[in-house]
Nanobody, 121 residues
Framework: QVQLVESGGGLVQAGGSLRLSCAAS????????MGWFRQAPGKEREIVAA????????YYADSVKGRFTISRDNAKNTVYLQMNSLKPEDTAVYYC??????????????WGRGTQVTVAS
């Protein structure tokens, strides 16, 4: 059974940091692009950051550039999202996702169940 399991969410004060982890199991994800999405109440799910399977290219939404860093450890089948200088508007459920090479992020293969991040002002 293929699973993506997020962890590391929680409540933090504005300006603080959190590190999210996404552990993949069930198969090898080393050939997949991995991404982090988020969905705030009343808003659509949006992509926050993504990383290629070789980790040679990353993408960040404008709203998180310079504050968030995505990384991956293919040996551990894990992807991370380091979030610094958190703002109340970063409050959302954060989801891990994977997609096969050559596909777009509208064609996600697997989703995690999400982890709540709440940033208090």
């Amino acid at each position: 059974q293929v699973q993506l399991v997020e962890s590391g969410g929680g409540l933090v004060q504005a300006g603080g940091s959190l590190r999210l982890s996404c552990a993949a199991s069930g198969r090898t994800f080393s050939s997949d692009a991995m991404g982090w999405f988020r969905q705030a109440p009343g808003k659509e799910r949006e992509i926050v950051a993504a990383i290629t399977w070789r980790a040679d290219s990353t993408y960040y939404a404008d709203s998180v550039k310079g504050r968030f860093t995505i990384s991956r450890d293919n040996a551990k089948n894990t992807v991370y999202l380091q979030m610094n200088s958190l703002k109340p508007e970063d409050t959302a459920v954060y989801y891990c996702a994977s997609r096969s090479r050559g596909r777009s992020w509208s064609e996600v293969d697997y989703w995690g169940r999400g982890t709540q991040v709440t940033v208090a002002s």
